[in-house]
């Protein structure tokens, strides 16, 4: 049985934060954590952090380094690290990360692929 963490964000603690009057369609992509609290629709790439807020709305197409979701989630996920699906959550998608953590899994439908970690390479000159 996987140990769960519940996880309250700190919202003062994020870098980027898309608010719950912002709806996006497109491909976003964010350098830093990103906090949706709104609509999006595309394509996502977050090289850090992502956390979908309970009041968001994603359906989209996602790469992050981790993923935290307590809000709607539609689409594919990919993380590098993990995937936290937290309680409350509403997660139809294609979930792709080498840790992946549902809480509830009443409140998920879709696929799961638990791949291996990215190798690190050595730089070769």
Same mark, same amino acid.
């Given at each position: 049985?996987?140990?769960?963490?519940?996880?309250?964000?700190?919202?003062?603690?994020?870098?980027?934060?898309?608010?719950?009057?912002?709806?996006?369609?497109?491909?976003?992509?964010?350098?830093?954590?990103?906090?949706?609290?709104?609509?999006?629709?595309?394509?996502?790439? &977050? $090289?850090?952090? /992502?956390?979908?807020?309970?009041? +968001?709305?994603?359906?989209?197409? @996602?790469? #992050?380094? *981790?993923?935290? &979701? $307590?809000?709607? /989630?539609?689409?594919?996920?990919? +993380?590098?690290?993990?995937?936290? @699906?937290? #309680?409350? *959550?509403?997660?139809?998608?294609?979930?792709?990360?080498?840790?992946?953590?549902?809480?509830?899994?009443?409140?998920?439908?879709?696929?799961?692929?638990?791949?291996?970690?990215?190798?690190?390479?050595?730089?070769?000159?």
């Amino acid at each position: 049985m996987d140990f769960v963490q519940k996880s309250v964000i700190n919202e003062d603690e994020v870098d980027t934060v898309l608010n719950n009057d912002i709806t996006f369609s497109g491909l976003l992509e964010a350098e830093s954590d990103l906090l949706i609290k709104g609509n999006l629709s595309g394509r996502l790439i &977050c $090289r850090d952090e /992502l956390y979908i807020a309970p009041e +968001a709305v994603v359906d989209a197409e @996602i790469d #992050a380094l *981790s993923i935290s &979701c $307590r809000g709607t /989630l539609k689409g594919t996920a990919r +993380a590098k690290q993990s995937i936290r @699906i937290l #309680a409350g *959550s509403n997660v139809s998608a294609r979930l792709e990360a080498p840790d992946i953590i549902i809480e509830d899994k009443d409140s998920f439908r879709g696929t799961i692929v638990e791949s291996s970690a990215p190798a690190e390479t050595e730089k070769q000159e």
